[in-house]
């Protein structure tokens, strides 16, 4: 018999979490969603501390891990509710965060690998080369949330263009 693995995870790419109305914003989304663990992406903070957490989330989520933003670009965040998961940091870099999850009631477990893909240059290839060395084995949970920069098909812009060869990367690295 298998077991219901459900697992309320909020993703947002929050393009800046320093203004008071999107930490508000962020709030209101947590309650309404019910989840046990949040990912943010382009935070654009330096610096988080566990006060912080607790001015844009509610009292539950009481772990976090951060990757610092770089100025005013990128930066990321996994909050979590320890009362419903351990968390087991597995990396730390500039454009992903890993945490292996542990249930505190069923002992089940899973990877969770936020990400913020570079848009360009020397980071951009690093991330690709990133990407395609990640190894899931086939016996476990994992799940890749985040913004990766990259679009599947030209329907998934809301103007014309893009570039056809992100594009077959992306695919490939889906298909990988």
């Known amino acids: 018999m298998s077991l219901l693995k459900q697992w309320v995870i909020l993703c947002w790419n929050i393009r800046g979490i ?5 930490q508000l914003a962020l709030m209101n989304a947590i309650n309404v969603s019910g989840c046990s663990v949040i990912c943010l ?36 965040i996994i909050i979590w509710n320890s009362s419903i998961f351990s968390g087991m ?18 002992g089940q477990s899973w990877t969770l690998i936020n990400i913020y893909g570079p848009c360009n240059g020397d980071l951009r290839e690093k991330f690709i080369e990133w990407m395609f060395e990640v190894n ?17 098909s030209p329907a ?17 690295f889906i298909r990988e």
């Open 18 to 22: 320093n203004a008071r109305e999107k």
């Open 41 to 76: 992406q382009e935070t654009k903070k330096e610096d988080v501390d566990l006060k912080f957490i607790k001015a844009c989330c509610p009292a539950r989520f009481d772990e976090f891990i951060f990757v610092p933003s770089v100025g005013a670009s990128g930066g990321l």
């Open 89 to 106: 940091v597995m990396h730390c870099e500039q454009f992903d965060l890993s945490v292996h999850f542990t249930s505190t009631h069923s």
């Open 136 to 152: 899931i084995p086939d016996d476990e949970d994992w799940i890749l949330k985040g913004d990766f920069n990259f679009i599947r």
């Open 156 to 172: 998934n812009r809301n103007k014309l263009g893009g570039n056809v060869n992100d594009m077959l990367i992306f695919n490939d």
